[in-house]
Structure formats: C-alpha cells, structure tokens
C-alpha cells in the first residue's frame, strides 16, 4: 500500500503558474505507474497527467498539453505537476494517484491523495 499527499494547490491569475507536488509514503514508491486527475464542482473526475515508474513517457489530457509539465523524484518519493498559463477552466481539486499498470483510467488507479484546490481568477 501507499498513502499520497497533495500540496501546492492555492489561488492564482489567469496566466499565471503554479507547482503541485504528491509525496508517497509506504510500499516503494518507484513501482507505481502515478497520475494527476482533476475534479470541478458538478463534473465528473478527469485524467490531467501521468508518468511511467522510470520518469519517461509522460502522458498529457489534450486540454493541458504544451501548459503542463510531470516529473518525478523516486530517491524523494515525489510527482510533481507543474503548471503554467493556467486558465479559469483550470480550477479544480487536483489529486495525485498511483495505479500498478500504465493507465489514464480513473477506476485503473487503487490509492488517492485528498487532494489540493487550484483556483485560477479570471
């Protein structure tokens, strides 16, 4: 098993930047395919990004790419979201999980974190 912990989240303008960061604790972090999902009032949960155990072959929902950027840290048990020319339509809790095969699938992925809230002004 492993726990996920969000943080980074906060209010922002539009344009501008923000980083998340998911900290694992437990089972050994590097053996987790890890995805960020989305979630905005009323709508369903929706995949953001994901990355592969190794760090390579990172995977991007169309509404985020050229605007998001995925790495991770195995030595710091740590995925990290960075996100630049936010827009309104960005605003959501933003979670981390983790799943054991290569997934964009919500229901693929067996731990989440609680969560960070992204508000982006307009």
């Known amino acids: 098993q492993v726990q996920l912990v969000e943080s980074g989240g906060g209010l922002v303008q539009a344009g501008g930047s923000l980083r998340l960061s998911c900290a694992a604790s437990g089972r050994t972090f590097s053996v987790y395919f890890m995805g960020w999902f989305r979630q905005a009032p009323g709508k369903e949960r929706e995949f953001v990004a994901a990355i592969s155990r190794s760090g390579g072959t990172p995977y991007f929902a169309d509404s985020v790419k050229g605007r998001i950027t995925i790495s991770r840290d195995n030595a710091k048990n740590t995925v990290d979201l960075q996100m630049n020319s936010l827009k309104p339509d960005d605003t959501a809790v933003y979670y981390c999980?983790?799943?054991?095969?290569?997934?964009?699938?919500?229901?693929?992925?067996?731990?989440w974190g609680q969560g960070t809230q992204v508000t982006v002004d307009s």
């Open positions: 999980a983790a799943a054991m095969q290569a997934t964009t699938r919500r229901w693929q992925y067996s731990y």
